[in-house]
């Protein structure tokens, strides 16, 4: 299954980004405005890619400059998803050289972390893209980057998991020791949760699988089994229930995930797509 990955709303992310804009420039750029006292004469940047990789972020990058000035022309050279080859040219921007120079280090930084997750992403998806299972990201993320990571991930193949705790229950051992079980604590979310929000009830073994399946969860985790044990617990729900999701977590490899892929879950969640990843190294050339 193909996922396009859809941009956050501008009217969330340019606060964000005006804010990384002011940590970066603080009371102003002192070396660009001596250079340039008064006005700064045009000028036309090129990025390029140092390596191998899927790119991911040219829009966000194209906005931080716009922020900026609004006479500057972002041209991408490839799309959001393409792969660069090392030494390959993925934009080309015009405008005033104050402009290139001091929206340089953010625009740079937020397209070089978001295509080193949306890369490692391409490539746990491609361990398992012949398999109706679906990689799926997590809440680890870079607080104040959790927008945009997460559309990093969705650039590499992958399907969001929920934004937020307002966007799902999902019932986690800490939960269930603090409600006595999980029939208890299901029996207390399900009255107080609006339509249409789901229950997803994280399990480690098949009496907890059982437990989840006798109460009404609408999405079994399988969190940290086995694969043997793996494989029994979907024979179950799937004989159960065949219209429950069922989601595998913990410890997810680049080595594991087929393996996993083939017990029939529906979903693999691993954060190692934002927390594993190295950023893609891209640089500016005047």
């Not at 945009?148 to 986690?172: C, F, P, S, W």
């Not at 989840?212 to 793996?230: F, K, V």
């Amino acid at each position: 299954m193909s996922i396009k990955a859809v941009l956050p709303s501008w009217f969330v992310l340019q606060p964000l980004l005006l804010s990384w804009l002011s940590e970066d420039i603080g009371r102003g750029d002192r070396t660009t405005a001596s250079l340039f006292p008064q006005d700064a004469p045009p000028g036309k940047a090129t990025w390029i890619a140092k390596e191998v990789g899927v790119i991911a972020g040219l829009p966000i990058a194209a906005n931080v400059f716009s922020l900026l000035h609004g006479q500057v022309s972002f041209d991408a050279k490839v799309a959001e998803g393409d792969i660069a080859e090392q030494g390959q040219t993925i934009a080309s921007i015009t405008g005033s050289l104050d402009t290139l120079l001091t929206g340089e280090r953010v625009a740079l930084n937020l397209t070089m972390r978001l295509s080193g997750i949306a890369t490692l992403a391409r490539k746990y998806v491609e361990q398992i893209a012949d398999l109706p299972a679906q990689l799926v990201d997590t809440r680890k993320t870079t607080p104040g980057l959790r927008l945009l990571e997460k559309y990093a991930t969705q650039v590499g193949g992958a399907v969001n998991h929920r934004m937020g705790l307002d966007d799902g229950v999902m019932i986690k051992d800490n939960h269930i020791a603090a409600a006595g079980g999980i029939g208890a604590a299901i029996a207390q979310i399900r009255p107080s949760i609006p339509y249409p929000l789901t229950i997803e009830v994280e399990t480690e073994n098949l009496e907890q699988v059982k437990e989840a399946l006798q109460h009404g969860a609408d999405i079994i985790m399988l969190d940290n089994m086995p694969l043997e044990r793996m494989h029994q617990a979907v024979a179950l729900i799937r004989q159960t229930n065949d219209r429950i999701k069922i989601e595998a977590s913990g410890n997810i490899t680049l080595e594991t995930i087929r393996s996993v892929a083939e017990t029939g879950v529906d979903y693999i969640s691993s954060s190692a797509p934002v927390t594993r990843s190295t950023w893609l190294d891209i640089s500016m050339r005047l």
